[in-house]
């Protein structure tokens, strides 16, 4: 077989140095170019891409054809927001999807992909930890007021109850039960306030994962497999021990959880790699890079879609008698360590991933 040569070339620096995914389409909808962040996105090598089927590789949940099709004859650019897209095996990601025909020929089309992922993620995370705050600051002045006469009530309830005939004693026991289930929340939330700030020092990621491993495996998740999927040359991090840890628990608490509940999911997989390419602004206005990965993955129902938008809000549960802070907690507890929290979630699949920056240069060498 003769290699693939392309009819239609481009500047090739140009082309390397776009950091989105960008195809160049030929007449027959057949691809005739892949830059390389759309092989890394396709998880294929432009070899093995040139020639094929643009939409046999590339699932676009959204009529296609026909948009090249109008993009040809208007000879105009095209946008197309919030469409999922499929690559092999992977889950959908959602995307905005530009296509413009090129300049010197308009039966040929560059279709550029940009995965809402990150700027979603940076969005959502922002987001949280100004809303935790408020409710939480809210909730816990609330909590601290509402104990002290709930403790008179349920007092109360229990001598009267002592003084009533059997058959209303019940109404009496339902008071006692009631308000205890009350404050327990309400103690939930005051811990939550409670939170210190981070003690950091460098930590083995591996190390907190196998602590809430350990502590997952004799409790809420003994009836779940625990596969490790570790890179062993993860560098260390920089973070409280205690408060990673708890980090690493609530999420493999919420998947176990979300598993028995539906019946469904056997497997949580923790995961653990280094990835370069996410960067934020850190406290100091300066990018920061966020290299360690954590993703807690299970194969349960996924996150009710009613809920998903506001999973790390506090006091949001899709489960009965859930308290809605689990995620809350994470949420704050990662960016009090300055890093990202982000989730990919379809049925079959939930994907936690926890973002964190290395041991900053300074701390190392006092170490
Ligand atoms: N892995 C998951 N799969 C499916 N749904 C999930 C998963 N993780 C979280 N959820 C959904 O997100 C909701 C919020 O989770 P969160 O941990 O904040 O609160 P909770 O588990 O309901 O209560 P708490 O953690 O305070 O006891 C859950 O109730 C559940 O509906
Ligand atoms: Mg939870």
Redesign the pocket.
């Known amino acids: 077989m003769t290699p693939y040569r392309t009819p239609y070339p481009v500047p090739g620096v140009v082309w390397a140095s776009l950091p989105l995914p960008a195809l160049l389409i030929g007449p027959d909808n057949r691809i005739a170019e892949v830059n390389p962040a759309g092989e890394i996105f396709l998880n294929a090598s432009s070899r093995s891409l040139m020639g094929q089927p643009a939409f046999d590789r590339l699932a676009i949940d959204a009529p296609m054809d026909e948009a090249l099709a109008r993009a040809r004859v208007n000879q105009s650019p095209l946008f197309i927001n919030d469409v999922d897209v499929t690559t092999g095996e992977r889950a959908p990601v959602q995307c905005n999807i530009q296509v413009a025909p090129m300049h010197d020929n308009a039966e040929v089309i560059l279709l550029i992909i940009s995965p809402r992922d990150i700027a979603d993620r940076l969005g959502r995370a922002m987001q949280v930890k100004s809303a935790a705050k408020s409710a939480i600051g809210m909730a816990e002045m609330l909590a601290h007021e509402i104990k002290n006469p709930l403790a008179g009530i349920s007092g109360a309830a229990q001598l009267i109850g002592m003084n009533l005939p059997p058959e209303d004693r019940e109404l009496a026991d339902l008071i006692v039960e009631e308000t205890r289930r009350i404050v327990k929340l309400l103690e939930?939330v005051e811990q939550f306030g409670n939170l210190r700030p981070p003690e950091r020092r460098p930590v083995n990621i591996h190390d907190a994962l196998d602590r809430a491993r350990k502590s997952a495996m004799v409790g809420f998740a003994a009836h779940m497999q625990i596969v490790e999927d570790y890179d062993p040359s993860l560098p260390p991090t920089y973070a409280d021990p205690d408060q990673l840890m708890q980090v690493f628990l609530?999420?493999i608490?919420?998947?176990a959880?979300?598993?028995q509940r539906a019946g469904e999911g056997t497997t949580i997989r923790l995961h653990t790699f280094y990835d370069l390419s996410l960067r934020i602004r850190g406290r100091d206005g300066r990018p920061a890079a966020l290299p360690l990965q954590i993703e807690?993955i299970?194969d349960?129902?996924?996150?009710?879609p009613e809920?998903a938008a506001d999973?790390?809000e506090?006091f949001?549960?899709?489960?009965e008698n859930?308290?809605?802070?689990?995620?809350?907690?994470?949420s704050k507890i990662i960016s009090d360590h300055e890093g990202w929290i982000s989730?990919d979630?379809v049925p079959g699949r939930?994907v936690?991933r926890v973002s964190l920056p290395m041991v900053p240069k300074e701390k190392k060498e006092k170490a």
């Open positions: 939930q609530n999420l608490k919420n998947a959880e979300a598993c807690i299970d349960g129902p996924g996150i009710p809920i999973i790390f506090p949001v549960s899709g489960r859930g308290t809605g802070l689990g995620l809350a907690l994470v989730v979630s939930t936690f």
